[in-house]
């Protein structure tokens, strides 16, 4: 069965080549180019800190951070080599940097952990959280410039 093409998505509307143009601005800028690669940074940190910290004993610990760092860090890479379809999921690391930071208490069997691996996923986490928030910032920022 065939369905007729209508073209009634965001192609059509008057003001989609504005909406390109600052996002193209906003990703192109030096601030954004810097938070993008330290959100890479703070991935790739957060995936090798079970051995760099040496708690790579406890696998359940070790196991968040590796998925957590390599997920923070596709999502860094992703801004890096197609912000324009990835700008938007960049919300995604603050809550993921949250996760870092009450991880050491969930995740482990015993519901505590050692010093080192709360002091490392607090740190690796608040950096993560607020580089997700800078993230976000950029395009709440532009946008809000934008109008007036």
Do not use: D, K
């Not at 069997?109 to 607020?130: F, Y």
């Amino acid at each position: 069965m065939s369905y007729p093409q209508h073209s009634t998505g965001m192609s059509s509307h008057p003001e989609i080549a504005e909406m390109r143009e600052r996002l193209e601005r906003t990703a192109a800028s030096n601030r954004a180019i810097a938070i993008e690669g330290l959100i890479v940074l703070a991935g790739v940190y957060a995936a090798i800190s079970p051995w760099v910290v040496h708690f790579a004993a406890q696998p359940n610990i070790a196991v968040n951070n590796l998925i957590i760092g390599i997920t923070v860090a596709l999502v860094g890479l992703g801004l890096t080599l197609a912000p324009e379809r990835m700008f938007r999921l960049a919300w995604i690391v603050a809550p993921l940097g949250i996760w870092l930071i009450i991880s050491p208490w969930v995740v482990t069997a015993t519901h505590g952990s050692r010093a080192g691996i709360i002091w490392n996923n607090c740190w690796v986490g608040a950096i993560t959280a607020l580089l997700g928030l800078a993230a976000m910032g950029l395009t709440v920022g532009l946008a809000r410039r934008s109008r007036r």
